[in-house]
């Protein structure tokens, strides 16, 4: 392996003779190429900057206008507002060149009103919701208004192609719900699992809540929600996650999967560097705002806030609170393996090197005998520990000297990358080597990922690949669009032998080791280690590859296939636990600026009342299907509530930080905040870019992910709808705990699913009997009216 050099750049001395100057040509020319790149940069900003601030309209047609407004004033016409004459008062002449610069500027102002009006007509344009509570089924009709609202918005955002952040100014606020209603609404979701008594206390509490001290502290949030960005987001951020002393591993962090019926290349080397590249692709495209927008059916953008943060960003830790550091430019990667650590350059004369040339780099860090300083190989696992302690080892021993120089290193790479020494491995006849596959992912050894990085990519031996992903600074659906992305172009980027394709055109720089005085820490790491162990023995990963059926027989049936797992779930619940839970599937709340996530409750009355028809043996079919409709229905009105900003958690957990600020106490705050979620759930979304053609390349999902329980007695699910006839559940509970055991759960999610279907297609085949079908053939899901 290369050492650092060890000249500095620039030195001078002053002898006898005069002046004697060293400098070292090849470092001055880094920081040159670096000085230049940085404002290249500061460059695009700048003209981004623009583009964004006066989007939805184009800059060039400013000069339309200019046009337009001297044609007029020297054609005898008059501006609109006589605005050239106006101007023309305060200017020192009235020769032709100053009548030029009048007609500028009244286009100028004419221009920007024109940017403006566009703008803040687009705003009030996405600030209605109605379109989301319309019914999507074959032969349903869209009203008139929401038509009428389609065509406008229509037009106002494809007069310009927009960049990454071209919406945000005309993204709407999120609302605050008025309190009555969200009080109602937390009292139907917590009927099914209250009986009688404890739910005429809560109606109680909540009845007092509302009528004193929450009036006020609504009147306070009300005043944040006109003054902030967002009422929630810079508060979730700070109090879920950054004031949490936790471990991140396992607690915060979640992880990715590979496109596991896909082998691309059996070779490290090549899958590490190919990625490497993809991914400072999509940096490139966030950079230069050239990444286009999500857009809702084409036409709705989704707030892209949290882009801005994938790259160059890690999570320090503090005594009390941690803190967000996001550096504005990186030419480096972090290469972690078999307990020593890398900088790699990524960006060499000028350019991003190529696949080819990062193999090579790869392949110099495979084929190191280096073995690992004291200390060195388990260092990782300080980033597994309590908060606090961690920040207090931090600002002890990394504050100075080699310590601190390796560890900036680390924190400000634009991601780390761990080559492991050991393959992630898949056999659909194997379900243990999955599960496995998923365990590596979530927290590997604990000490072969760097917990505070916002994310660690894992390649194993025979070229399979994952991420593990820090929470704080985004939320799953923007790791899943960068990883799609990866995936898209990741099928073109071998050779037949397994290589990257192309040829080198120079010799890459040579990766570096990073240096470290760890003596003084042995305790600490060696703490940190155990502590880490002790974790991971605790946690249990079940990935259940469910490929009986999937979202077609759902579709079929004329039920969300979201709203057909989440009620499937509760069923095997109920049968693992023997109890409603309450129920926390994550939605998003993009459609307003900075929103981030909100919580649909799944266990409603409807899908409660459901269930038990599904155990009572008396029950038909026809009654089980009206049930399920109906539980499908609530769940969904839940769904759109909550992407609408009328949810219940995040405006509750608001006003308990108010009541925090202002030293109140509430009783109804204090119980809704306590209550555990026993069972946590969230959809992995995909078919978040076009670069994935899946009708081409159908083996190029990804199996999504997963992340830890959120409680000690509890279950945390993940699942990805990965095809008509495909589902992936990734389902995690602690082992200490007898109550769960994933095995068992996911046995129960695979039989509730088998029990929807059966029902279903006993009731179709009633009705061919009967002769009851639709124009499409398929048999009427809706039951007899009673006679």
Not at 396 to 402: D, L, Q
Request: charged share 20%; net charge positive; with cysteine.
């Amino acid at each position: 392996m290369a050492e650092a050099h060890s000249a500095v750049a620039f030195s001078f001395a002053i002898t006898h003779e005069g002046f004697d100057i060293n400098y070292d040509q090849e470092v001055l020319n880094l920081v040159w190429n670096s000085g230049v790149r940085s404002w290249k940069k500061r460059l695009a900003r700048a003209r981004n900057g623009i583009r964004n601030g006066v989007y939805p309209a184009h800059i060039q047609s400013l000069w339309l206008i200019t046009a337009i407004a001297i044609g007029l004033h020297f054609g005898g016409f008059a501006v609109p507002f006589d605005l050239v004459h106006r101007i023309l008062v305060h200017l020192p002449a009235n020769t032709v060149n100053w009548q030029v610069t009048a007609c500028f500027f009244a286009a100028l102002v004419i221009w920007l009103s024109i940017c403006f009006t566009m703008r803040y007509t687009l705003k009030l344009l996405l600030m209605y919701k109605g379109w989301m509570y319309e019914s999507r089924a074959p032969g349903s009709k869209v009203s008139i208004k929401t038509k009428i609202w389609a065509a406008a918005v229509k037009i106002l955002s494809s007069w310009n192609t927009p960049g990454l952040y071209s919406f945000q100014g005309s993204l709407p606020r999120l609302p605050v719900p008025a309190l009555h209603d969200t009080m109602q609404r937390y009292l139907r979701s917590v009927r099914p699992l209250l009986d009688d008594e404890n739910f005429a206390r809560m109606e109680r509490l909540a009845n007092e809540f509302e009528n004193t001290i929450g009036k006020k502290l609504q009147w306070y949030l009300k005043l944040k929600s006109w003054w902030a960005t967002n009422y929630v987001s810079d508060w979730w951020e700070e109090y879920v996650y950054l004031r949490g002393r936790s471990s991140l591993m396992i607690n915060s962090n979640f992880y990715g999967t590979d496109a596991i019926f896909m082998n691309l290349t059996n070779n490290q080397a090549a899958r590490a560097a190919n990625v490497v590249y993809l991914l400072l692709g999509f940096r490139r495209l966030i950079e230069r705002q050239e990444l286009q927008p999500i857009m809702v059916q084409g036409m709705i953008p989704l707030c892209s806030w949290q882009y801005e943060r994938t790259f160059n960003t890690v999570r320090v830790p503090g005594l009390e609170t941690d803190r967000i550091v996001h550096y504005r430019d990186s030419n480096h990667i972090v290469i972690l393996h078999k307990g020593c650590y890398y900088k790699v350059i990524i960006y060499f004369k000028g350019r991003i090197l190529r696949p080819c040339e990062i193999q090579i780099q790869m392949e110099e860090i495979l084929n190191s005998k280096a073995i690992p300083l004291p200390g060195e190989e388990h260092l990782a696992a300080l980033t597994t520990m309590n908060r606090s302690k961690w920040a207090e080892i931090r600002n002890a021993n990394f504050a100075r000297g080699v310590n601190r120089v390796s560890l900036n290193i680390i924190e400000s790479s634009a991601f780390v990358l761990s080559l492991d020494d050991e393959p992630f491995e898949f056999d659909l006849a194997r379900p243990e080597l999955l599960d496995k596959f998923g365990k590596t992912l979530l927290h590997g050894n604990g000490y072969n990922r760097w917990f505070d990085k916002s994310f660690t990519v894992c390649v194993g031996t025979n070229g399979r690949v994952g991420f593990n992903a820090e929470h704080t600074w985004a939320d799953a659906p923007v790791m899943g669009h960068l990883w799609e992305y990866i995936f898209g172009d990741d099928i073109y980027g071998y050779d037949e032998a397994g290589n990257t394709k192309g040829i080198p055109e120079f010799q890459p720089p040579s990766p570096t080791r990073l240096s470290w005085d760890l003596a003084p820490l042995q305790p600490q790491i060696q703490e940190a280690t155990l502590d880490a162990t002790k974790l991971i023995n605790d946690v249990d990963l079940r990935i259940l590859v469910h490929n009986e059926y999937g979202k077609g027989f759902m579709k079929k049936c004329r039920l969300s296939p979201d709203a057909y797992i989440q009620m499937a779930l509760q069923l095997a619940y109920y049968r693992d636990a023997g109890r409603f839970s309450l129920t926390y599937e994550a939605s998003m709340t993009r459609l307003f600026r900075e929103g981030r996530t909100e919580t649909v409750r799944p266990c409603t009355i409807e899908s409660a009342a459901w269930v038990k028809a599904m155990e009572d043996k008396n029950s038909t079919n026809e009654e089980r299907i009206q049930l399920l409709q109906s539980a499908c229905e609530r769940h969904q009105l839940g769904y759109q509530d909550a992407m609408c900003g009328r949810g219940i958690d995040r405006h509750l957990f608001c006003l308990y930080v108010v009541s925090k600020y202002l030293e109140v106490d509430s009783p109804f705050l204090n119980e809704v905040l306590s209550e555990p979620w026993r069972l946590s759930t969230s959809q992995t979304p995909h078919g978040q870019t076009p670069k994935m053609d899946l009708k081409k390349h159908p083996n190029c999902i990804s199996s999504g992910g997963g992340f830890g329980p959120v409680a000690d007695d509890g279950y945390g699910v993940s699942y990805i709808i990965a095809g008509e006839n495909l589902i992936f559940f990734h389902i995690s509970a602690k082992l200490n705990c007898k109550q769960t055991d994933v095995h068992r759960f996911a046995e129960n999610i695979c039989k509730a699913l088998a029990d929807i279907r059966a029902t279903f297609e006993q009731h179709f085949s009633k009705r061919i009997c009967q002769g009851e079908t639709n124009t499409n053939g398929t048999a009427s899901t809706k039951p007899n009216k009673a006679k």
